[in-house]
């Protein structure tokens, strides 16, 4: 089963029994609610604090209600109610359904959870692999463009989740990655370059940089970006480090020659 949710399982228990309180079905925790959609949250349970509550209740919400109609009514239901949601929550459930591929496509579900509106709760992680698995050799471009639309709107999301910079960063090295991979070498060294100027104690990305480049054979970038990788280690006194990045260059400058 893949991972959709940042969501710790003992926080959303917590939320799922607050949420459920004197109701038969997740399906009543919309119902009452004036707009018709919206979750009726209550009051949040112990230990959740009251400004993540609304946020934190409508994703385990929206989650949990896709897999009760899936439970009850099956997930050909399911899917015709929640495959376009608006809620990236909701589309992402029904990829983690048993036999769920027999009526999807992949490709485009992906897509579609990854154009909704941003939830920051969500693990995008596995949905931007397989977005990249699955259609960049047909459509490379495509690709990159739902990458750069997901990418920018993740910059614009002021999140309060404390993992989301991190996450973000390395959704940002995804798309330097991706845009290596497509032959837009000038363009994944400008963001590679961004991101390791955010943080000058920070090696991981020369050496994700160097081991873009190489495996689409650009041993010049690679060997540059193990030698910045190299002189950070040794600023940051890391001298094993600096060794072996230097040990790699050297080794690929060999190769070149």
């Avoid at 239901?77 to 949601?85: L, P």
């Avoid at 940089?209 to 990788?229: I, K, N």
Wanted: with cysteine.
């Amino acid at each position: 089963m893949i991972r959709i949710s940042w969501v710790h399982p003992q926080v959303a228990e917590r939320v799922r029994a607050a949420l459920l309180r004197g109701r038969s079905s997740w399906s009543e925790a919309f119902a009452a609610a004036l707009a018709g959609d919206d979750v009726m949250t209550g009051e949040p349970p112990t230990g959740v604090a009251a400004e993540a509550w609304p946020r934190l209740a409508e994703h385990v919400a929206r989650a949990e209600r896709v897999r009760e109609v899936i439970a009850r009514e099956g997930l050909p239901r399911a899917h015709e109610r929640f495959s376009c949601s608006r809620h990236a929550v909701e589309r992402a459930v029904l990829m983690e359904a048993p036999d769920v591929h027999a009526i999807i496509d992949e490709a485009a579900s992906v897509r579609g959870v990854l154009a909704c509106e941003i939830d920051e709760l969500l693990a995008y992680g596995h949905f931007l692999s397989r977005l990249v698995e699955l259609d960049c050799g047909s459509d490379p471009a495509g690709t990159v463009a739902a990458f750069e639309r997901f990418v920018a709107a993740a910059r614009a999301l002021h999140a309060s989740d404390a993992s989301w910079p991190e996450r973000l960063r390395v959704a940002e090295d995804g798309l330097a990655s991706l845009y290596v991979r497509v032959g837009r070498g000038d363009d994944a060294e400008l963001l590679f370059q961004r991101r390791f100027d955010e943080d000058a104690t920070d090696v991981t990305v020369a050496i994700s940089a160097a081991r873009a480049f190489l495996e689409q054979g650009d041993v010049a970038r690679a060997v540059s970006w193990l030698l910045r990788g190299r002189e950070r280690a040794t600023q940051a006194g890391r001298a094993d480090l600096a060794t072996r990045l230097g040990d790699k260059a050297s080794a690929l400058r060999a190769r070149m020659s």
